[in-house]
Nanobody
Framework: QVQLVESGGGLVQAGGSLRLSCAAS????????MGWFRQAPGKEREFVSA????????YYADSVKGRFTISRDNAKYTVSLQMSSLKPEDTAVYYC??????????????WGQGTQVTVSS
């Protein structure tokens, strides 16, 4: 079992930056992928970014490529999402996810509770 706790959400103006963090605890395998997803009101949850826990390979949704950066700290068991040049359409609840999935955008087994990000225009 893996527990995930997100932090760092908040209100920011368009063009601003925020850094989300996900603290992981429990039985974490080196082969896990750690992902960030988001869900805006009235929309389905969508993939944002992911990273392979062991070798650090990353993957991004086209909508955030060049603006968001995912990273991990193996010693602290944390995964971060640095978000820059934020747009109002980035407003959503952001979720951290973990799993042994071989795919980047689906198949995650564990989820955090989410943290709200609101970007004002």
């Amino acid at each position: 079992q893996v527990q995930l706790v997100e932090s760092g959400g908040g209100l920011v103006q368009a063009g601003g930056s925020l850094r989300l963090s996900c603290a992981a605890s429990g039985r974490i395998f080196n082969t896990y992928r750690m992902g960030w997803f988001r869900q805006a009101p009235g929309k389905e949850r969508e993939f944002v970014s992911a990273i392979r826990w062991n070798i650090g390979t990353t993957y991004y949704a086209d909508s955030v490529k060049g603006r968001f950066t995912i990273s991990r700290d193996n010693a602290k068991y944390t995964v971060s999402l640095q978000m820059s040049s934020l747009k109002p359409e980035d407003t959503a609840v952001y979720y951290c996810a973990a799993g042994l999935t071989t795919g980047w955008t689906s198949g995650y087994d564990f989820w955090g509770q989410g943290t709200q990000v609101t970007v004002s225009s």
